[in-house]
């Protein structure tokens, strides 16, 4: 079975330092990736996707993911954070590309990211 | 586009009662998914649906059921609401065919007291 982990449950960044949240994941096949983020109360925006081609992806705010296939890993990364990037951001692997196989997302614990002034 | 929409926001039962969670997904596509999202458990797949069809189903008692209208919007029923059913319940949506990408509503925060 598939699985995700996010080692860090709580990271906190100065504003306008840079930012990375680790993402390890175990699948049998070419896995699917994603990063999501989640504002208090609210449900999950999608950041970036891997699918496959290029290993270093390019998302929504200003974020970037790398795959890395030796590693098993996703790691998200933010070159300066802003304070409005307090939130939490959940790492996910799908089970595609097959039709048959559904749309099911096994998601990471999430990493809670606090912004200091 | 409008998003995916989730109704009621918020949902106040007592343990035994049951509920029904509504979604709409996003125009055009056909497959619908839930989670529940728990402090102490995370974000957990409950079941997903595609052309009316469950097609995949998380690890989750029978108490929790769904269905899928021929417009593509979704239900889903918690029967004899126990106090650990307090999670707030997501609904995704996608085209369902394949190399997709789940687009999230803003979800359903059900308190069971």
């Known amino acids: 079975a598939q699985s995700v982990t996010q080692p860090d449950i709580h990271i906190t960044v100065s504003e306008g330092a840079s930012l990375e949240l680790r993402c390890n994941y175990s699948y049998g096949a070419t896995p699917y990736l994603f990063w999501y983020v989640q504002s208090p109360g609210q449900g999950l925006q999608l950041l970036l996707k891997y699918f496959s081609g290029d290993t270093l992806v390019q998302g929504i705010k200003g974020f970037e993911a790398e795959f890395k296939r030796s590693q098993s890993s996703f790691n998200l990364r933010k070159p300066s954070v802003h304070w409005s990037d307090a939130a939490e951001y959940f790492c996910?692997?799908?089970?595609?590309?097959?039709?048959?196989?559904?749309?099911?997302?096994?998601f990471g614990g999430g990493t809670r990211v606090l912004v200091k002034p | 586009k409008a998003g995916v929409t989730q109704t009621p926001r918020y949902l106040i039962k007592t343990r035994g009662q049951q509920v029904t969670l509504s979604c709409s997904p996003i125009?055009?596509?056909?497959?619908v998914s839930w989670y529940q999202q728990t402090p102490g458990q995370g974000l957990q797949f409950l079941f997903e649906y595609f052309s009316e069809t469950q097609r995949n189903k998380g690890n989750f008692p029978g108490r929790f059921s769904g269905r899928q209208f021929s417009n593509s919007r979704s239900e889903m029923n918690v029967s004899t609401l126990e106090l650990g059913d307090s999670a707030l319940y997501l609904c995704a949506s996608s085209l369902g065919t394949g190399a997709d990408t789940q687009y999230f509503g803003p979800g359903t925060r059900l308190t069971v007291l």
């Open positions: 996910a692997v799908g089970e595609g590309p097959i039709q048959a196989a559904g749309n099911k997302l096994t």
């Open positions: 125009s055009g596509h056909r497959s």
